[in-house]
Each structure stands twice: as C-alpha cells, then as structure tokens.
C-alpha cells in the first residue's frame, strides 16, 4: 500500500511538471573523453564482468539455476535507460573522443558502460537474490548488505567522474566528489528490487522461465530509477536549476529511496524466515499424517 501511494503521487506530479523537465543547463558538448582512460575503464570493467560471468557459470552447476549470468545480462541491457535519465538529470558522456556502442535521444554511451552496469546490477540482483532464499538473514544482514552496495557504487563512480568521461553538470545535490550520493538511493532499491522478487518467486529462475530475469531486471532497474527519483529528475531539470531546488529533489528522492528499502528488508526478511517456517499445532499434525 505505501508503494502504491507513493506511485500514484510520483506519476501526479511528475506529470505536472514534465513540461519544464527537458529545458535545462546546456551540458559541456565541447568537452573530451580521456583517450587512455575510456579503454582502461573498459578493460576492467570488461574483465570484471567476465569473471564473474564465469563464476556464474559455475553457480549455475552447482545451484542449477543460472540467476547471476542472466542478471549479468540483464544489468547490461540496462544500460539503455542511461540516455533518458542523463538528459533529465543534467549527466553528460563526453562523446567528443569517445567509442560510444550506441547513441539514444543524441546521447552516446560509451562501450565501458555496459560492463560496468552488468557487473554492478548483477552483482546486487544476485546478492540480494541469496539474502532472500538465506534462513539466516536478518534486518541487520540486509542493512549490512546495503551498505556494501553503496559501497561498491562508490568505487565505481568516484574514479570514473575524475578520469574526464563524463560529468554531472550544473547545481547539483551533495556532489562533494563528483559524484551526487543522492544516487545512492536509487541505484541500491533499482538494482535490489529483481533480486528480491525473483528470491521470493524463486519459480522464476527455474527452466524457461530464467529468460525472464533477461526482462526483469532490466525493468525493475530502469522504472525503479524513475520510481524513486522523480523530485530530482524534475528539480534538475527544469529551466534554471539553482542549488535549493537541487537539494529538495534529492532530500524527497532520499526519503522514497529509503522507503522502498525498508519495503525490501520486510520482504527479505519475511523470505527467509518462510524458509524457516517449522509446521506447528495443527499443521504438524497434517504434516505428520502426510
């Protein structure tokens, strides 16, 4: 219920702010991406995400279902929701230099970033996936979780927006490194959102059906971005953006972030405990005569 409301009012109000959404800061077309650091970039990235694909594999022989390596796929596939949020979000990939894999609304993407958007959805698709199906996850394990999450992203972000690949331009929320952690919060429940339903449908990672985690976590990573962070989407995006505008789209993104989090802990934690679930009473009875 409380997601529902949440939806309704995000969809009430960004419908009456779309009009002023895309008139924006100019972003910095004349600047150029780093010839050396694109390809290093990409190097690790592309290593990284081909290591854990191979890990993957081998959870797949063990587990029997092929969870990461779809979720790996999946994340990569996301990366087509990168041209819609940049533009809103004042985000900019320096193309001049750059080798982009494909160009959306006149936004190229650089190859490194399907990697590097596999390796970080993949990884927090499958983590909190196993949280979920784990009997001994607690509320303090899920937090613990997010907070390694965040932590990844923050390794991710900081380096590359000092590498001259991209910039967040114009007044911007808590950008004290060049990355605004705002986004935090939105990148954590966007990513952990497929790992929880698929944990607690696991019938969705069994047989055919695992194709679907290719669709899901696309999905649930692209609209749950638009889902929490809407007032920054709009406050960053209309005509002359000033920094107290800025920062009240990034307190009200915070607060949903947080929110669809705390939503997620009680379904992982409601998950485990299921798996846990001894019949008692009258259920033991019946369980005992079957």
């Not at 890990?55 to 029997?64: D, H, K, T």
């Not at 002359?240 to 705390?262: K, W």
Request: aromatic residues 14%; positive net charge; proline residues 6%.
């Amino acid at each position: 219920m409380r997601l529902l409301i949440i939806a309704m009012v995000n969809l009430t109000v960004f419908d009456a702010l779309a009009p002023k959404v895309f008139a924006s800061t100019a972003p910095p077309l004349d600047r150029v991406a780093h010839p050396v650091w694109q390809w290093v970039v990409f190097a690790v990235a592309a290593a990284i995400f081909l290591a854990i694909a191979r890990y993957g594999v081998l959870e797949w022989q063990r587990r029997g279902t092929p969870v990461l390596l779809l979720a790996l796929i999946g994340g990569a596939i996301a990366t087509v929701g990168e041209p819609m949020w940049d533009i809103v979000t004042r985000l900019y990939m320096f193309e001049k230099g750059a080798f982009t894999v494909f160009t959306i609304a006149d936004r190229g993407i650089h190859l490194w970033a399907p990697f590097g958007y596999g390796v970080y959805i993949g990884t927090t698709v499958y983590v909190f996936y196993r949280l979920t199906l784990s009997p001994t996850t607690t509320r303090r394990t899920f937090w613990l979780a997010c907070g390694l999450i965040m932590g990844l992203n923050l390794a991710i972000e900081i380096p590359a927006t000092r590498m001259s690949l991209y910039e967040y331009y114009g007044p911007q929320a808590f950008n004290f490194t060049g990355f605004p952690l705002y986004w935090l919060f939105s990148n954590l429940p966007a990513a952990a959102t497929s790992g929880v339903v698929l944990g607690r449908v696991p019938e969705l990672t069994r047989g055919w059906r695992a194709l679907s985690v290719l669709v899901l976590v696309p999905s649930f990573f692209i609209g749950g971005e638009f889902f929490v962070q809407w007032p920054a989407f709009a406050a960053n995006g209309v005509t002359n953006p000033g920094y107290l505008l800025s920062y009240a789209g990034a307190l009200l993104t915070i607060a949903i972030g947080v929110t669809v989090l705390r939503f997620l802990a009680d379904l992982t934690v409601a998950g485990a405990e299921e798996t846990t679930k001894v019949p008692t009473g009258q259920d033991s009875a019946t369980a005992a005569a079957k």
